[in-house]
């Protein structure tokens, strides 16, 4: 199937300094209802047949994300699709995210069969964070401990020492900033930028960004802020600093769905992909989700708050690979063995704290996180 090529640009981190990539994102075809009726009802029997289970993540498209829920299936962050499909008993996963997503799937369970609608489908992250080149800067800087962000592939994971997520790398740089440990992060500049100025870890970071999160804007966030005075403004940390200084909650995108649904307000201003406003509708019925602004007076929008990766995902390709079995995750075996120890790691230090260990996003709720560890 043919289908229209955008262009897109990104972060492409030179050592300490930030250049510009070029990549490329497929435009899916749009179907009309009655073709989507046909196509969610052709992949529910497919599912059966090939006694599969759908995993997808928050930034998808909506009618993934309902098949998901309707399914037996998962909508989560990129670590819970993977435990969801690790101890899920179908040995057949289908991961509607992007690559690194599907290649953690499999890390986790090695065991079965991993297919995604679109391998093509990737991140800026990941993009410019290119394994060989990470491990070199690795190698300048041997007293640091890497840190790496779960959007990175299974390469650069092998390379690190953790792996962490947004709603825990707090957390655990909090921790190794308490033990005296010096922290190479990798791969997003601002969420690096916020942690460590939440603990006052001594932190060399890689330049990467997110091209979705990196476009919203602080000048056209307050001038909607204005506009919508009795808003809260939920952001994730992935974004500038100048966009993180206005919010009233900072959080994985987990965090930011229990934010709506907890918070009592009835209006709120998201700084994130806009798939997530399908789950915060969903979740918190007659409240009102405005998106936070990409582009105004001081810039041009790019993404406009949906990662053109994420939305590669589609009901025909999911069919596609439903009927075919194509578009197999495989990740070398040692490379897997060696990036499932900072991935453990990770998940024992959850464990080991007897609950999801999530900031609020609420530094004065949060404090005691940060105690003798330095400037939070």
């Known amino acids: 199937m043919e289908h229209a090529i955008k262009s897109v640009e990104y972060d492409r981190p030179q050592g300490l300094t930030c250049g510009i990539g070029q990549a490329w994102a497929k435009v899916p075809d749009a179907p009309s209802r009655e073709e989507k ?3 969610k009802e052709r992949i529910r029997a497919l599912l059966i047949r090939e006694k599969a289970v759908l995993v997808a993540h928050y930034y998808v498209d909506a009618e993934l994300q309902e098949l998901a829920d309707e399914t037996g299936g998962c909508v989560a962050d990129s670590l819970e699709m993977a435990r969801f499909g690790r101890d899920h008993s179908a040995q057949t996963l289908i991961v509607a995210g992007v690559r690194f997503m599907g290649e953690t799937a499999k890390i986790l369970s090695p065991e079965k069969r991993v297919l995604m609608p679109d391998l093509d489908a990737t991140c800026s992250l990941d993009l ?13 800087h041997p007293d640091r401990t890497v840190v790496v962000y779960a959007n990175t592939s299974a390469a650069v994971k092998a390379r690190a020492d953790w792996m962490v997520t947004s709603s825990i790398g707090l957390e655990i740089v909090a921790e190794l900033h308490a033990r005296g440990e010096k ?8 969420l690096g930028g916020y942690i460590q100025k939440k603990t006052g870890a001594d932190m060399l970071s890689w330049q990467g960004s ?9 000048v056209e966030l307050d001038l ?10 939920l952001v994730h940390p992935e974004s500038p600093e100048a966009v993180v200084a206005l919010a009233d909650v900072v959080g994985s995108t987990t965090q930011l769905i229990d934010a709506a649904v907890r918070l009592d307000a009835k209006r709120f201003i998201v700084a994130t992909d806009l798939g997530i406003l399908h789950k915060m509708r969903l979740a918190a019925p007659g409240k009102e989700f405005i998106e936070a602004p990409t582009a105004g007076n001081s810039a041009t929008c790019k993404s406009c708050a949906h990662c ?12 596609a690979v439903l009927e075919r079995g194509h578009n197999e995750i495989f990740v070398d075996p040692a490379i897997a063995a060696r990036a499932r120890l900072p991935i453990d790691r990770m998940l024992d230090f959850a464990a080991r704290h007897k609950k999801r260990v999530q900031a609020s996003g609420d530094l004065g709720k949060d404090v005691s996180l940060f105690s003798n560890v330095g400037a939070a």
């Open 37 to 39: 009726h046909e196509l």
């Open 128 to 140: 410019g964070c290119p394994a060989d080149e990470f491990s070199a800067f690795c190698d300048a």
């Open 183 to 190: 922290i190479l992060w990798a791969p997003d500049r601002h």
């Open 210 to 218: 997110c091209l979705v999160h990196d476009e919203f804007k602080g």
């Open 224 to 233: 909607l802020r204005a506009e919508y005075p009795d808003a809260k403004i």
């Open 308 to 319: 053109p990766w994420m939305a590669m995902n589609g009901l025909a390709n999911l069919v």
